[in-house]
């Protein structure tokens, strides 16, 4: 399909983008997944190229690109199924809270060394008694003097395990709900902060994915990003792009998946022909070649409204849904043509398989998707007094 949405200049981009990955990503990616995280040297790699942090402002130690520059990036990742280096996290998640948000000392100490790659950043949400409800969370950071003391749990953090500097989202008003909630700066290296294990999942393998303790960990006021209470308002501002970045990521990777599926339904010999010669195959991937093209296209169209400031949480909400719904669809449908291959680990396939189901939750689960936009076009149910 002929995309519009990029430039001559942005598909240059794309150009080192995918040297990057096929020199320093796809021969590597194995080991990876088998050690749970990327190596450090990674990072700093990316950061020389100017992959990282690409569009934070050049004064601030960016590219000084666009969020279309971002999507190349992940994009490109998706497509060579490498889930492993969290780029679109530390860049296009964490990052622009900072350069939205951030106070002037904050920006200096951290963007350029977030750009090139030297510090690796997280954010810190999800606890153990829940994830989407963050009004709820239970890590607190009470106020001593010109410091905060923080004391909590956190869980399924990523780059939690290589992560220099964690945004965290905690309690500094335990009586309140949303308004009790801040965000605070954490560096890593503090008295009181641990590390659990890393996390074993069923995919996304060479993401390092960790538990995190805090135990009467001290830090600055001047670490706390915004106002005071004013964290849940924050976090909202950012979500639309956050669910753009894993649609983006979503489509990116059927399309992937039906390109390898193409090749080897047109390589496999079954019964004197191809298993591309069969109608149950032809129609399978015309149907999913279909589905997905539309899906380009929506995904193409809210990137276009995001430049220009007009995506909605709604129409993000339903960018991400329909995306993820679909890439774990295109999944199993396209490892069913693989047959028996098809469940190999060694196979692309397989692993896409296993890495899309974390798709459908992360960045705020299907449900909630399907709750912010019942909200948008439906009058709300109203709460039984009985």
């Known amino acids: 399909m002929q995309r519009i949405v990029f430039s001559p ?13 096929e020199e320093h990503v796809t021969p590597f990616h194995a080991d990876w997944e088998k050690a749970g995280q990327v190596p450090r040297s990674l990072w700093l790699k990316a950061g020389e190229l100017g992959l990282l942090c690409c569009n934070v402002p050049q004064a601030q130690g960016g590219l000084g690109g666009d969020f279309l520059h971002s999507a190349i990036l992940i994009e490109e990742m998706a497509r060579a199924g490498a889930t492993g280096p969290t780029f679109y996290l530390h860049s296009d998640i964490v990052a622009p809270y900072l350069v939205d948000f951030g106070t002037e000392e904050q920006k200096r100490k951290w963007l350029p060394r977030m750009a090139s790659g030297e510090v690796v950043v997280a954010l810190g949400m999800s606890e153990p008694s829940g994830g989407s ?6 890590t607190q950071a009470l106020r001593d003097g010109n410091e905060y003391v923080i004391n909590g749990q956190k869980v399924f953090i990523t780059n939690g395990h290589t992560a220099d500097l964690l945004l965290l989202a905690c309690k500094t008003n335990p009586s309140e709900g949303a308004r009790g909630v801040s965000l605070i700066w954490v560096e890593s290296d503090r008295p009181g902060f641990t590390r659990g294990r890393k996390l074993e999942k069923i995919g996304c393998k060479a993401q390092d994915t960790s538990e995190l303790f805090f135990t009467d960990l001290r830090v600055p006021v001047s670490n706390l990003l915004g106002q005071e209470g004013g964290g849940f308002k924050i976090l909202m501002t950012q979500l639309a792009q956050e669910r753009l970045v894993q649609a983006i ?17 047109t390589d496999r010999k079954m019964f004197g022909q191809t298993l591309a010669d069969f109608q149950n195959t032809r129609f399978t991937l015309a ?6 093209l539309a899906q380009r296209v929506f995904v193409d169209h809210c990137m276009g409204l995001h430049l220009k400031g007009e995506l909605d949480a709604v129409e993000a909400a339903a960018c991400k849904l329909v995306t993820t719904n679909l890439q774990f669809k295109v999944m199993d449908e396209c490892l069913q043509l693989f047959g028996g291959w098809g469940y190999m680990w060694e196979y692309p396939i397989a692993r896409a398989f296993a890495d899309a189901r974390m798709c459908r939750i992360g960045g705020g689960t299907a449900e909630v998707m399907k709750q912010i936009i019942a909200n948008s076009i439906l009058p709300k149910v109203k709460k039984s007094t009985h």
Not at 9 to 18: K, P, S
Not at 249 to 265: D, G, I, P
């Open 249 to 265: 990521r979503a489509v990116s990777a059927s399309e992937a998946a039906l390109q390898w599926t193409r090749s080897y339904v």
């Open 287 to 292: 149907e999913l070649h279909a589905q997905v």
């Open 133 to 138: 409800d963050v009004q709820n969370i239970r």
């Open 9 to 21: 200049e942005h598909e240059a981009f794309r150009d080192t983008v995918r040297r990057f990955i």
